[in-house]
């Protein structure tokens, strides 16, 4: 029988992902099957080979787009690294991102956002961020003329989203607190949970927290795709190119975001 033509359907309740893994409830009954997406194929410019994805099983993850590593008055701006190549990206991220939420693809955003006490964080994990033990480090207060708070600390201004960003209702959130954003974060069941089969990947860094992510998404058996104009890091250019090379030749594919907004157009 048709899910939509079991009896009282008004009174029911669905409890779960609405439309991508819920069930549905009466006072008698739990309808354990699910609602099947209509598949939505968009053909793709990729390298190292073009591609057809199913978009109803595709999310978008956008890394560390937040003011520590973006903003000229954030942590990485302050110690005089150029923050513009990041801050460049908001246009392409917020065109891909509008013809996305348009089409139903969910939008994820995944950032630094550690613990105040550190509990979490190993020697290891801290000393990138502090080598000589005399600078802030992760959750370390930060003081500038402008303002005083922790660097990447869980809802510090440093771990907040960039102003020129357009954020949408429905976007997920995840904190991280490693390079990767599936370490001991919710991330991979979230992608699950959504019958999430793709992913496509930006932000910063892309030679650090972007291919980390990349990479163990691939792990996990997730299709990886890394948008390349909304990709930046503040390590020199040889860096962002073995990124791509690494992508495509082990983990995945690289497309512009440009295309996909056509090809959604066309679709």
């Avoid at 029911?12 to 997406?37: I, K, P, T």
């Avoid at 560390?64 to 005089?80: R, S, Y």
């Avoid at 019958?195 to 992510?213: R, S, Y």
Wanted: net charge negative.
């Amino acid at each position: 029988m048709d899910r939509n033509m079991l009896p009282d359907t008004k009174s029911w309740f669905e409890l779960g992902e609405a439309s991508r893994n819920s069930y549905r409830l009466s006072d008698h009954v739990v309808d354990m099957r699910r609602q099947e997406m209509a598949a939505k194929a968009v053909e793709l410019k990729a390298q190292p080979q073009s591609l057809i994805v199913d978009m109803a099983k595709t999310a978008l993850i956008i890394i560390d787009m937040q003011n520590d590593f973006c903003h000229p008055e954030g942590w990485i701006g302050g110690m005089g690294i150029d923050t513009a190549p990041a801050r460049s990206l908001a246009l392409p991220i917020n065109a891909v991102t509008k013809s996305l939420r348009a089409n139903n693809v969910p939008v994820i955003w995944v950032r630094w956002g550690v613990r105040p006490d550190k509990h979490n964080l190993s020697p290891s994990t801290q000393h990138p961020f502090n080598p000589n033990g005399m600078a802030p480090g992760l959750s370390g207060t930060l003081q500038s003329s402008v303002r005083t708070y922790n660097v990447l600390q869980k809802g510090s201004w440093g771990a907040e989203i960039i102003a020129d960003l357009t954020q949408g209702l429905d976007d997920v959130y995840v904190d991280k607190h490693r390079i990767s954003g599936f370490w001991d974060t919710p991330l991979d069941s979230i992608l699950r949970n959504m019958g999430i089969k793709t992913v496509m990947f930006a932000g910063v860094n892309a030679d650090h927290c972007v291919l980390g992510t990349l990479m163990d998404a691939n792990f996990h058996g997730y299709d990886t795709i890394l948008l390349e104009d909304c990709t930046a890091t503040t390590s020199p250019d040889f860096c962002l190119q073995a990124t791509y090379h690494n992508v495509r030749f082990c983990f995945g594919f690289t497309v512009t975001s440009s295309d996909v907004v056509k090809s959604l157009a066309s679709a």
